[in-house]
């Protein structure tokens, strides 16, 4: 049920249009060109979004085309760790094989899994702190 102070506030809006006898058109208003594409629409959705690009780094990298694979599986979330099983009914560990303590996602097992740690650890304690 529509109000009077929504009739009002409809009455403000209203009077601020012009009408005319053109024929209506849609004009896209996030780009110069005032056309659609659904590519503009894509970039006017993260309009304001800091990009991180994280896959351009990835790609870019100098690392072997085999590890590029891997990590852009991980950053997806597409590694068949036990999560991933779980959801689709598949036989999967109930903890994580290596330290037995907590369920196992990509996020653990390269992260925060006590013996993935220790080996970043000992991968970039020489390079010191930055
Ligand atoms: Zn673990």
Same mark, same amino acid.
């Given at each position: 049920?529509?109000?009077?102070?929504?009739?009002?506030?409809?009455?403000?809006?209203?009077?601020?249009?012009?009408?005319?006898?053109?024929?209506?058109?849609?004009?896209?208003?996030?780009?110069?060109?005032?056309?659609?594409?659904?590519?503009?629409?894509?970039?006017?959705?993260?309009?304001?979004?800091?990009?991180? /690009?994280?896959?351009?780094?990835?790609? !870019?990298?100098?690392?072997?085309?085999?590890?590029?694979?891997?990590?852009?599986?991980?950053?997806?979330?597409?590694?068949?760790?036990?999560?991933?099983?779980? !959801?689709?009914?598949?036989?999967?560990?109930? !903890?994580?094989?290596?330290?037995?303590?907590?369920?196992?996602?990509?996020?653990?097992?390269?992260?925060?899994?006590?013996?993935?740690? /220790?080996?970043?650890?000992?991968?970039?304690?020489?390079?010191?702190?930055?």
């Amino acid at each position: 049920m529509v109000g009077l102070f929504e009739y009002f506030q409809l009455w403000d809006v209203l009077l601020e249009m012009n009408l005319s006898q053109t024929k209506d058109v849609h004009i896209w208003c996030l780009d110069g060109s005032g056309q659609f594409s659904s590519k503009l629409a894509y970039r006017a959705f993260f309009n304001g979004a800091i990009p991180f /690009e994280h896959w351009s780094r990835l790609w !870019k990298s100098w690392a072997p085309p085999k590890c590029k694979v891997f990590l852009w599986l991980a950053i997806r979330n597409w590694c068949w760790t036990a999560d991933r099983l779980a !959801k689709r009914g598949l036989p999967h560990p109930s !903890k994580c094989p290596l330290c037995d303590q907590e369920d196992e996602d990509v996020q653990h097992l390269l992260t925060t899994c006590v013996l993935p740690r /220790e080996f970043w650890f000992r991968i970039l304690a020489p390079l010191g702190p930055t």
